[in-house]
């Protein structure tokens, strides 16, 4: 067998196990809010900016109209949020939190804290630094991909 081929040897295997296990790790935090993970993703971006085009949220969440469509319809019936039409053009559609949508903010705001807990498992000081340093790698890893997605 080729070295190169074995799994144990793929950065994907290890990314896609890592990504798989960070969602799960979140499914007991945004259970008791009635979220899941993808639908958290959307309240995280709306949070930091309210009012924003749906191809805004798709720009910054990395996904496609395809995804994100049925998510904020579900989420709209949840009564999280509100889709309406743009008056300039009837094509672009605006999503705004709800009340609802902005009181699970306060709701949500020890979930970072937990999942950094979650992650890191050392004695705490080098956490900091270490969950900085996968970051950064993290964001290397995604900015070379976007790149050469857009190629």
């Known amino acids: 067998m080729h070295e190169q081929l074995k799994l144990d040897n ?8 890592a990504s798989r296990l960070v969602t799960q790790a979140y499914r ?13 993703l959307v309240l995280m971006v709306l949070w930091e900016r309210d009012n924003l ?4 949220i798709t720009q910054r969440l990395m996904l496609d109209t395809n995804t994100v469509t049925p998510l904020l319809q579900r989420m709209e019936r949840d009564g999280l949020l509100v889709r309406t039409r743009g008056i300039a ?24 804290a937990c999942m950094v807990r979650n992650l890191m498992s050392g004695d705490g000081d080098g956490d900091a630094r270490q969950f900085e340093l996968m970051a950064k790698g993290l964001d290397a890893i995604i900015e070379a991909l976007k790149n050469e997605r857009g190629k």
């Open 28 to 40: 007991p935090l945004l259970e008791p809010l009635g979220l899941t993970y993808p639908q958290y």
């Open 89 to 112: 053009d009837g094509r672009q559609t605006l999503v705004s939190l709800t009340r609802k949508g902005r009181h699970i903010e306060e709701k949500a705001s020890e979930i970072p």
């Open 53 to 56: 085009l749906v191809s805004e």
């Open 10 to 17: 793929q950065l994907c295997f290890r990314l896609y196990t």
